[in-house]
């Protein structure tokens, strides 16, 4: 399985961005599929994940700003981010899991300015 994000960019503060991320390959056995994203010297972090029958869960910092959601005809998921703070700069990367395997993107950079 292979995926490939795209919509990164530099937005200014209060913006609106919208990640892709579509997945080729063996694409059958997906299930979860989800987003994480990593700041310089920081861990990785969960930001949204999404089931096959589409039930998503949020961290709590991304609440009511970020929606994340997923075309299964399309094999691609989504990640429309609003109200950007600078604080969700970081490289953003797709993860997707399916059996006891997981794979991920090459991540695409989001920069938010004050």
């Known amino acids: 399985v292979q995926l490939v994000e795209s919509g990164g960019g530099l937005v200014q503060a209060g913006g609106s961005l919208r990640l892709s991320c579509a997945a080729s390959g063996s694409t059958f056995n997906i299930n979860v599929m989800g987003w994480y994203r990593q700041a310089p010297g920081k861990q990785r972090d969960l930001v949204a994940a999404?089931?096959?029958?589409?039930?998503?869960n949020y961290a709590d910092s991304v609440k009511g700003r970020f929606t994340i959601s997923r075309d299964n005809y399309k094999n691609t998921m989504y990640l429309q981010m609003n109200s950007l703070k600078p604080e969700d700069t970081a490289v953003y990367l797709c993860?997707?899991?399916?059996?006891?395997?997981?794979?991920w993107g090459q991540g695409t950079q989001v920069t938010v300015s004050s």
């Open positions: 999404i089931t096959g029958g589409g039930r998503a």
């Open positions: 993860y997707a899991q399916g059996g006891p395997y997981s794979y």
